[in-house]
């Protein structure tokens, strides 16, 4: 059995846009927006294009909830709860354009860090009241309602995909 990896070349003809490549570190203690993207206008241009979007980062410190909330034009996904004291998390969201105001897509959690990573949550999202021809913003923000405990953002990747 082998494995066909692609090249770079075969990568960027299947994107239309490379949005975001990140690797800077945003600590977040309190409640309030660890990450926010600026999806341009007209990215999506076209019914069934895609918006792939990865977020990587950590829960240092105590044993106390922090939950992190992914919001798309304002939109709730999801909320993804981090409780123990040091913890790894991931958020993988795929939205795909259905019409010039419409998307449907999936968000999926996963804690405990890359290696050893445990399927938090998986879920399936519709969207109405969008205009793909303005910018949309892609947040993650922290809710907690007390603590001590960092919420690191290390990591984050968005591409436009045919």
Same mark, same amino acid.
């Given at each position: 059995m082998s494995i066909i990896i692609p090249s770079l070349d075969e990568i960027a003809k299947r994107a239309l846009a490379i949005i975001e490549s990140s690797t800077a570190d945003a600590i977040q203690t309190d409640t309030g927006i660890i990450k926010s993207l600026t999806i341009p206008a007209n990215t999506l241009f076209l019914d069934g294009q895609i918006l792939k979007l990865m977020m990587r980062g950590t829960k240092t410190g105590t044993v106390e909830t922090k939950t992190?909330?992914?919001?798309f034009a304002g939109n709730l996904l999801d909320n993804l709860s981090l409780v123990s004291a040091d913890i790894g998390w991931l958020v993988e969201v795929i939205i795909i354009r259905? /019409? &010039? +105001?419409t998307a449907r897509g999936t968000i999926i959690n996963y804690t405990n860090g890359i290696s050893s990573s445990s399927l938090n949550t998986a879920a399936g999202f519709?969207?109405?009241?969008?205009?793909?021809s303005a910018s949309q913003t892609f947040e993650l923000?922290? /809710? &907690? +309602?007390?603590?001590?405990?960092?919420?690191?953002?290390?990591?984050?990747?968005a591409e436009a995909v045919r």
């Amino acid at each position: 059995m082998s494995i066909i990896i692609p090249s770079l070349d075969e990568i960027a003809k299947r994107a239309l846009a490379i949005i975001e490549s990140s690797t800077a570190d945003a600590i977040q203690t309190d409640t309030g927006i660890i990450k926010s993207l600026t999806i341009p206008a007209n990215t999506l241009f076209l019914d069934g294009q895609i918006l792939k979007l990865m977020m990587r980062g950590t829960k240092t410190g105590t044993v106390e909830t922090k939950t992190i909330q992914t919001k798309f034009a304002g939109n709730l996904l999801d909320n993804l709860s981090l409780v123990s004291a040091d913890i790894g998390w991931l958020v993988e969201v795929i939205i795909i354009r259905s /019409s &010039a +105001s419409t998307a449907r897509g999936t968000i999926i959690n996963y804690t405990n860090g890359i290696s050893s990573s445990s399927l938090n949550t998986a879920a399936g999202f519709s969207l109405a009241g969008l205009d793909f021809s303005a910018s949309q913003t892609f947040e993650l923000s922290v /809710s &907690a +309602s007390s603590g001590t405990s960092n919420v690191t953002h290390s990591l984050s990747f968005a591409e436009a995909v045919r």
